[in-house]
């Protein structure tokens, strides 16, 4: 319940951010995926927050890439020891969307 109250909260103050239907998307499949077990927009919890990962690879062209596999396959050293489980249950199509869209994310003082 206190689950998915947050994300009814999150998602909420994501649309009202920037009037985006993808926003609210992308964080239900965030959710649906097991994402913000370790994750969080704004906050480092096992894994980094995903403003500083977008920060990170904002201008890396080949970054899209090389996250959609860590993301499926695992890794670690490039945040810390904390390592990264795969996530091969997730689709790849879908791990592409939601990694593409977590580096679209401004910095947290662009948000309004």
């Known amino acids: 319940m206190a689950t ?4 009814a909260a999150l998602a909420s103050c994501m649309a009202q951010a920037d009037g985006s239907t993808e926003d609210e998307a992308m964080i239900d499949l965030a959710w649906d995926s097991g994402c913000f077990n370790c994750h969080d927009l704004d906050k480092s919890l096992r894994g980094p927050a995903w403003r500083d990962v977008a920060e990170r690879y904002r201008d890396d062209d080949e970054a899209l890439e090389r996250l959609v596999v ?12 904390e390592r990264m489980t795969p996530n091969r249950r997730v689709a790849e199509e879908d791990i592409k969307r939601l990694v593409s869209w977590l580096l679209s994310l401004p910095p947290a003082e662009e948000e309004s």
Do not use: I
Request: charged share 20%; aromatic share 6%; no cysteine.
């Open 4 to 7: 998915s109250l947050l994300a």
């Open 70 to 81: 860590t993301v499926r396959d695992g890794g670690s050293g490039n945040w810390g020891e």
